[in-house]
């Protein structure tokens, strides 16, 4: 595994609900983002995979990632 996926699993906690359009929660889906694997890359993590992309598309994609979860009520 990734160290620094490590060190952002040990710092970045799971949201428990979906991400709003502010700066807080888009920083906190970036930390939670960094601590998770890559799509296609087992030495990469998904951070690397959404940065270029635009932040409504990122967010929109992390809450789908939420949503996904077995803890999510």
């Known amino acids: 595994m990734n160290l620094q ?3 952002y ?3 970045a906690q799971t949201p ?3 991400l709003n359009w502010n700066i807080e929660d ?4 970036k930390k ?3 601590s ?3 799509p296609h890359f087992k030495n990469s993590n998904l951070w690397q995979f959404l940065k270029n ?3 409504v598309e990122i967010l929109d994609y992390l809450n789908n990632k939420i949503r996904s979860l077995d803890n999510f009520k």
Do not use: V
């Open 5 to 7: 996926r490590l060190f």
């Open 36 to 38: 998770l694997p890559h």
């Open 9 to 11: 699993k040990f710092i």
């Open 53 to 55: 992309q635009d932040s």
């Open 26 to 29: 888009f920083e906190k889906g």
């Open 32 to 34: 939670w983002a960094k």
């Open 16 to 18: 428990t609900q979906e």
